[in-house]
């Protein structure tokens, strides 16, 4: 099917008070996995790809980009394809140009006026070409490689940030840290529903993957709309093809391997959407 609008998809979800599941793909057998478990569970999918890996494939958003916007076509059930923490304006442009239907601006980095007056012409143009912007503000720890889950957005601020720029959907700190291997991570629910009672917009929750599952279900049910996941994947797959080449060290092919690893990645993405969805 075409792609979907990740506002309609989020506006659904906000309304149903369940998540929505948005994975990076960092090989091209992680979106087919994503997919795979979206049709299988019969729920929207957002595929994503960051300005980080971006630069491990050459720094080309085109071949990759462009086979995530076909498996979004083949898709029979509604996918997203999102540019996810991009700092560059330029990338930005070229994925509009490309033909994703969602962007991340993060200019969670730079001072705040910048960040404001920086996304907000990222909105200009990428509402011009009916694009949704997610943005971030408080800078979710973990980006550097090292954990800190200590950053709060404030709601008030949150909100006067959403009527500043114009964004679709935007990311707070509540707890969470990127990029971590261990599921402790304790997220402060009073928050995300203050800044969810605050703020006009469907919020992203970055860094989930240290989140368990109860204090998934909890964020979700306390306001949290979009799902961000990538390391919990990561750990999954490279457990899958460690032990099968620790196990045998005559294989060689590559899909002996890489194969599982990708059925692995769809299985955990499949239990995930129905965790998010609360069934
Ligand atoms: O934007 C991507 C997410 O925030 C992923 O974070 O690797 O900690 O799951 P994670
Ligand atoms: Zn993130």
Not at 71 to 99: M, Q, Y
């Amino acid at each position: 099917m075409p792609l979907v609008d990740i506002r309609q998809m989020a506006a659904e979800a906000a309304a149903e008070s369940v998540g929505l599941g948005a994975f990076n793909v960092v090989l091209l057998e992680f979106a087919y996995a994503q997919v795979q478990a979206a049709e299988s569970v019969n729920r929207p999918v957002i595929l994503q790809l960051s300005q980080n890996a971006i630069a491990y494939h050459g720094g080309r958003l085109a071949p990759l980009g462009k086979a995530l916007l076909s498996l979004a076509e083949e898709a029979t059930v509604p996918v997203a394809v999102h540019l996810d923490h991009a700092e560059d304006v330029d990338l930005c442009r070229a994925a509009v140009d490309l033909g994703f239907n969602s962007v991340m601006y993060d200019g969670s980095h730079l001072p705040d006026d910048e960040n404001r007056e920086t996304t907000a012409r990222v909105v200009e143009f990428c509402h011009a070409a009916n694009v949704a912007v997610e943005a971030e503000l408080g800078e979710v720890g973990g980006k550097n490689g090292v954990h800190d889950p200590s950053a709060r957005t404030d709601p008030q601020d949150a909100a006067q940030f959403v009527t500043d720029t114009g964004v679709d959907l935007l990311a707070v700190a509540v707890g969470s840290s990127h990029a971590m291997t261990t599921r402790g991570a304790v997220l402060d629910t009073d928050l995300i529903r203050d800044i969810r009672d605050a703020v006009p917009v469907p919020l992203v929750l970055h860094g989930s993957s240290g989140v368990p599952d109860d204090g998934m279900v909890a964020a979700i049910e306390a306001g949290m709309t979009k799902i961000n996941v990538s390391t919990h994947l990561n750990v999954g797959f490279t457990g899958v093809v460690r032990d099968i080449l620790n196990g045998d060290e005559t294989v060689v092919d590559p899909r002996k391997y890489v194969g599982p690893g990708r059925d692995q990645v769809r299985d955990e993405v499949a239990r995930l959407l129905n965790l998010y969805a609360r069934r």
